[in-house]
């Protein structure tokens, strides 16, 4: 089983176009949509945890490359700049799942990329703009 989180850019072409749907009914893929921008006639952005056999996986991918998505792995999506950072810690009681933490030795703000979602909180709250989005 293979599990990835990815970020999908979906061309203005593309938004009204059933791609998540193909990647489970054709591609046994599951699915779990943690973040959305998608309006008709624009660019969309999509970021999910999509799930699968090894080999269903690959085809999905394939898939998706082929329809016109790009696509990025979603620890590709938001950085922590260290250069900019203060350890200032306001980025960390607004991230939702505990991406950016204190270290409580340091008192150096510590960022796990495992864990993000890319829901851009910590991007609008940081102070120095430490924290970028990278597509």
Not at 95 to 121: G, S
């Amino acid at each position: 089983m293979t599990t990835e989180r990815i970020v999908l850019h979906f061309p203005h072409r593309l938004v009204d176009q059933p791609i998540v749907y193909k990647l489970v009914k054709d591609y046994n893929l599951k699915f779990n949509i943690l973040k959305a921008y998608v309006t008709p006639q624009e660019e969309g952005l999509m970021v999910l945890e999509l799930s699968g056999e090894e080999d269903d996986f690959k085809k999905g991918i394939e898939y998706l490359c082929s329809s016109g998505v790009k696509m990025q792995s979603l620890s590709e999506d938001i950085i922590c700049n260290s250069t900019k950072c203060t350890d200032c810690g306001e980025c960390v009681p607004i991230c939702p799942t505990a991406a950016l933490v204190v270290d409580t030795l340091t008192r150096k703000v510590k960022f796990y990329k495992d864990k993000c979602i890319a829901c851009e909180l910590c991007i609008k709250i940081c102070p120095t703009h430490a924290m970028e989005i990278h597509f």
